[in-house]
């Protein structure tokens, strides 16, 4: 997941690597938990939205899949109903729980990476990140402006079964 992330978009930065590997493990637990608030901020997105990367349908975060980051334009593109996307969003929100154990594993993977010489994140600014993040209990983050301005993320965190259509 890392490595892939980190090819797809080299301008990464520590907080878009944290928050990668945050949903990951935590899913979308600080997202919305009112639901007139996320298909507002949805409706919002998809509108403002425009062009972005040749992002895939889906991408499974955690290693068994049971975490997507859903992105918005192929999710479009595919005819796939934004309800659909909103009810399996708020669910995730509401009844998904991830773990911050996970999510310090996940980073100990990243340091690894880093001292193999993947990815342009140096394993110092990792360790110290994941280390303030830890203080604060792990908060989620926004993404860098970098990432932002370069690959305009516009996706979903769900959980896979909350997704599949019934």
Known sequence: M????????????????????HQ???GSE??????????????????EMGDGP???????????????????RPYLLAG?????????????????RGSPEKLKEYGAGAVRLAQ????SIRQEEIEAFFAKMEEQDFPAVHHSEIYERLYRPAYRVV????????
């Open 80 to 96: 796939k109903n934004p309800e659909t996307l909103l009810r399996a969003f708020f669910q995730t929100a509401n009844e998904w």
């Open 54 to 72: 040749d992002d895939p349908l889906m991408d499974p975060l955690p290693p068994d899949g049971q975490i997507l980051r859903v992105h918005l």
């Open 159 to 166: 959980a896979r079964q909350f997704l599949e259509e019934k």
């Open 30 to 47: 600080h997202a919305f938990r009112d639901e007139q608030t996320a298909r507002d901020w949805l409706e919002h997105e998809l509108a």
């Open 2 to 21: 890392i490595k892939a992330h980190l090819l797809r978009y080299p301008q990464m930065q520590i907080a878009d690597l944290y928050k990668l590997l």
């Open 116 to 119: 193999a010489g993947t990815g």
């Open 24 to 26: 990951a493990a935590l």
